[in-house]
């Protein structure tokens, strides 16, 4: 089946707004991440899903980024004011349950705050 | 603190010779442990994990890797490198009662022919 689509794959936004960016998980895998990579960087772990709630949200920064899985398959990263650090790649990652199950990643979401 | 080691920023092997690529993890128990690798333009691939038993475990593309515990290392081997392995290789490590993954920031390869 499809893998992990994220979109939109490139988002060009102004310092102090708000952003959206989608993940669609493979059918059927009830665990969701999110990533950020920074150029040069490794990912950084944001936050985990299991099925609709957030089972781990440490990874988020601070409080302008939040993450919703509403049905328990589409998850919506969401960043309010924006700053230019949030530039990076973000990630998302999907497996069939939790840690022990391969993880499949999406192509990322290419984020730059000017 | 937690972490995950990778010492080579960028290894250049030739065509036919054998890679290994370093990881080290700094944790209070063993972690489970993970080597992705993302070439240009793709998403982040496993290429192998590592959560007991046997130490020495073999991934896709003819990958394996070795987990030693007294050194707290999981380096990443081939023993015949080709072209199109040229990418960028992460470590990774979950504990193995939490969710959070740790990444390397990564070994980038170039392979010349």
């Known amino acids: 089946g499809a893998g992990v689509s994220q979109t939109p794959s490139n988002k060009v936004t102004e310092k102090g707004k708000y952003v959206e960016l989608r993940c669609d998980p493979i059918s059927g895998h009830t665990a969701l991440y999110w990533y950020r990579q920074s150029l040069g960087q490794g990912p950084e772990f944001l936050i985990y899903?299991?099925?609709?709630?957030?089972?781990?949200d440490s990874g988020l920064p601070n409080d302008r980024f939040f993450a919703v899985r509403p049905e328990g398959s589409v998850s919506t990263l969401k960043i309010q004011r924006t700053e230019r650090g949030d530039s990076a790649v973000y990630l998302c990652?999907?497996?069939?349950?939790?840690?022990?199950?391969?993880?499949?990643f999406g192509p990322g979401t290419r984020l730059l705050v000017l | 603190a937690q972490s995950v080691t990778q010492p080579d920023i960028h290894i250049t092997v030739s065509e036919g010779a054998s890679l290994e690529l370093r990881c080290n993890y700094s944790y209070g128990a063993t972690p489970y442990l993970f080597w992705y690798v993302q070439s240009p333009g793709q998403g982040l691939q496993l290429l192998l994990k590592?959560?007991?038993?046997?130490?020495l475990v073999q991934g896709i593309k003819g990958f394996e890797a070795e987990f030693k515990r007294s050194q707290s290392s999981f380096n990443l081997r081939k023993p015949s490198v080709h072209w199109s392995d040229a990418a960028e290789y992460f470590c990774?490590?979950?504990?193995?009662?939490?969710?959070?993954?740790?990444f390397g920031t990564g070994t980038s390869l170039t392979v010349i022919p």
């Open positions: 899903f299991q099925g609709t709630g957030a089972a781990d």
């Open positions: 990774a490590v979950v504990l193995n009662t939490g969710n959070q993954f740790y």
């Open positions: 990652a999907s497996s069939s349950q939790g840690r022990e199950e391969t993880q499949y």
């Open positions: 590592y959560f007991s038993g046997d130490t």
